[in-house]
């Protein structure tokens, strides 16, 4: 029972309910209920004597209700402040335990009111507030704070001091965030990943401008502080694991940066594979959902340029997510109009300009060599400044791979083509897949093919072979045996098969010196930095060994021809694993939609459910590896500042680190219109800066005269369509009693 006399209302604390499903997954137990006191505060006298209160507090912890339409804070009326203060011992040990107040802001505003009636003088209702909020030294905790913030100003009082749990989210638990989007760092899914508790959130969007408030709203209210600060200690204790240590030498922080990559890729490697075929299934699926939108409104009977954007199809779900389709434009330049307008600013924001690369071309085309050009160029673009610097780290990972994974050797049992040219062509022609590489003896180029062993057409487990072919080589077989250099050809074009190589621009530009064609080149890296985003390189036998589960030995021709056929096989059988399958294309398409985004839900907790087995431990070494390499920057540049000089390295056992900084340069016009008229005359082209135009016509104009002024110098055009799929990731850690409340409030 809620007791509402005037010292506020007590509920009874740690109430859970049994683990519940969301999505095809369990869930923490339902958290209904504060363990914390809570206090109303309804009347400015009351709020005097909680401030008393809230300054002795070290910590607090702030959140907000509010009523309104939309999430934006402009168009959002506060309702409700909530402000905890939790109980901790001088050993900064907490026990569960704090005091909530809850400041009924609609009451508060009510009573100023009435006092200015009588008095006739403005009453902030929140005045008593702004010592505390605006107070530095006291930490304020708070959950995506810029929407108490937009709410606080209206009264004009700042919110000064912060944590913001979302913020220290995204920066020490990046594992948490979906693909694509900065969803994942709401509070109800920080509250299952960090503190084991699923939150009911269904009364969130409640009305709560309306008085009395429900018991639901009052717990509701009341259960955020509390949360957001139990967020917040599992939060700094990331924080304080992911500190690195000052004073280290650059060897020291090289071997440190060693030792999380390696405790990082072997945490995820078990679930690599798993969670790339839900992340894949999930593009596939978001990529039906825009085709789905598209096919609609392109199915249209009226006309779609006499549509606007709302009339286009549109899909929306509270609790799944939203797509929609608009029209993709692409806006012009009329600069002339722009002078029609402004002739003052156009003076101001019109400016010329050209590419060095057409500066350069333009020289050559006068007849002046390419190597004369550059220098001229070097002498007509000035330097205006320094690029950030740029932190430079060279250390053999791959050897660090061979050494401390613990994977298993790669068995070399592929071997040098002991036949006949004639018995390797034929063995080509059969089979479906071929690797290439490209090792370099001294001045001798060769390519190396490599042919695993094929029976029945398949490629199946077993000693491959190797053929080696230098350009003199195949220079001798286009004199004496051309047929065979026919089939060479025939068989490396065939757009039916695949040949892969690690290394695809040497690969491309060797074949194109050997006079041979490739149709159908498959790059390895390409394909695995879709396949693991977070490896530290992208080297042959890293690649191995996070898709193969083996690292080479060491890379010799007949290794690099297996391991690279080895891992074309597997990335394709993972590919296949993430196809979607087909769906029936009679439903409806809000049917097929919705199938589509639940799938997505279903795949995002799936992953969740993966990455919990890593839990913190997964993050913490992620973020200490950046960290290290933020100590390492930090470090060089004060090198950088007490040497004075523009590059600096060192160089150790360890490897290579260095950080420099690239000039920019920029077009003297005088000069080249000076020296060179006519070059300037073919390729200077005038420009409008559009950030400038913008600052300074909102500084003018009036919203409507600027959007149609806007308009008329960068006039829209309409080039297709352009579709859109948001899904609620938050969802996944919502039980079926918040979704079904959502969706019965909508519907009402």
Not at 297 to 323: N, Q, Y
Request: contains cysteine; proline residues 4%.
């Amino acid at each position: 029972m809620l007791d509402r006399s005037e010292h506020g209302h007590r509920v009874e604390p740690g109430a859970t309910s049994q683990e519940i499903s969301s999505f095809g997954q369990s869930l923490p137990p339902l958290r209904l209920v504060p363990n914390w006191k809570v206090h109303e505060v309804k009347t400015l006298e009351q709020l005097e004597r909680v401030c008393q209160r809230l300054k002795r507090a070290p910590i607090l912890s702030v959140d907000t209700e509010t009523g309104g339409i939309g999430d934006e804070a402009i168009n959002r009326r506060l309702a409700l402040i909530q402000i905890g203060i939790p109980k901790v011992d001088a050993k900064g040990n907490y026990a569960g335990r704090g005091t909530t107040y809850l400041i009924d802001v609609v009451a508060l505003e009510q009573q100023a009111d009435d006092l200015m009636r009588i008095s006739g003088d403005h009453v902030n209702p929140l005045s008593s507030l702004k010592s505390i909020l605006q107070n530095e030294s006291q930490l304020k905790i708070v959950q995506a704070g810029h929407f108490e913030e937009g709410q606080f100003s209206k009264y004009d009082v700042k919110l000064i001091g912060t944590d913001d749990t979302k913020k220290m989210a995204q920066e020490l638990r990046p594992a948490l965030r979906a693909r694509g989007s900065q969803a994942g760092f709401g509070l109800g899914s920080l509250a299952v990943e960090l503190i084991g508790n699923t939150l009911d959130k269904g009364e969130q969007d409640s009305k709560w401008l309306v008085r009395p408030l429900s018991d639901a709203q009052l717990n509701y209210a009341a259960l955020d502080p509390e949360v957001t600060y139990e967020v917040w200690r599992a939060l700094k204790a990331v924080q304080d694991a992911v500190a690195i240590s000052t004073g280290l030498e650059t060897s020291q922080l090289v071997y440190q940066y060693e030792q999380e990559i390696m405790a990082h890729q072997a945490m995820i490697r078990p679930i690599a594979s798993q969670i790339f075929v839900l992340e894949d299934k999930n593009q596939q699926r978001i990529e039906r959902i825009k085709s789905i939108l598209t096919r609609e409104a392109e199915a249209l009977r009226i006309p779609l340029d006499s549509l606007t954007d709302e009339e286009l199809p549109v899909f929306e779900d509270d609790v799944l997510g939203s797509a929609r389709v608009r029209f993709r434009e692409e806006r012009g330049e009329d600069i002339q109009k722009l002078f029609e307008l402004d002739p003052k600013v156009a003076k101001e924001v019109v400016y010329e300009t050209a590419t060095r690369k057409d500066v350069e071309a333009a020289f050559v085309q006068k007849g002046v060599t390419p190597a004369d050009a550059r220098k001229i160029c070097d002498r007509l673009y000035e330097k205006v400044g320094t690029t950030e610097p740029s932190l430079k780290l060279e250390i053999d990972l791959s050897r660090l791979y061979r050494e401390a994974s613990g994977l298993e050797v790669m068995k070399d049992n592929w071997k040098s083509s002991g036949g006949t040219l004639d018995q390797f062509l034929s063995r080509m022609q059969s089979s479906p897949i071929l690797s290439l590489s490209c090792p370099s003896q001294g001045k001798e180029k060769k390519i190396v093919i490599g042919l695993p062993r094929v029976q029945q057409g398949k490629v199946t487990k077993g000693a491959g072979l190797i053929f080696e072919i230098s350009e003199e080589q195949l220079s001798q077989l286009a004199e004496t045996q051309p047929e065979q250099l026919q089939i060479l050809r025939s068989v490396l074009s065939d757009s039916e098969r695949s040949v892969v190589t690690f290394e695809q621009n040497k690969a491309l530009l060797w074949i194109e010196e050997f006079g041979l064609e490739v149709s159908c080149l498959q790059s390895l890296v390409t394909e695995a930095e879709r396949f693991r985003p977070d490896l530290p390189a992208y080297t042959e036998d890293i690649i191995t060994a996070e898709v193969l589960g083996v690292v080479p030995g060491s890379l010799n021709d007949t290794l690099r021809a297996k391991s690279a056929v080895e891992v074309a096989l597997e990335i394709r059988r993972r590919k296949l694993l993430s196809a979607i399958e087909d769906k029936d294309e009679r439903d409806p398409w809000k049917v097929q939609i919705e199938r589509e985004f639940r799938a997505i839900l279903e795949a995002r907790a799936e992953k969740m459910a993966l990455l919990r087995s890593v839990g913190e431990t997964y993050d913490i070494s992620r973020v200490r590896a950046s960290k290290i390499l933020e100590r390492l920057t930090e470090n060089l540049l004060a090198k950088k500042e007490r040497d004075d000089q523009t590059k600096v390295r060192e160089e150790g056992e360890w490897g290579v680190v260095s950080i420099s900084q690239r000039a920019v340069n920029e077009l003297n016009i005088r000069a080249l219109r000076a020296e060179f008229p006519e070059i300037a005359d073919a390729v200077l082209k005038e420009k409008i800066n559009k950030a400038l135009l913008e600052v300074l016509w909102k500084k003018e104009t009036q919203p409507q005269i600027f959007e149609k002024n806007w308009d008329k110098v960068f006039p829209p055009n309409r080039v297709g369509l352009s579709s859109s799929a948001a899904p609620n990731y938050g969802a996944i850690h919502q039980p079926h009693s918040t979704q079904d409340s959502i969706r019965a409030r909508r519907a009402a």
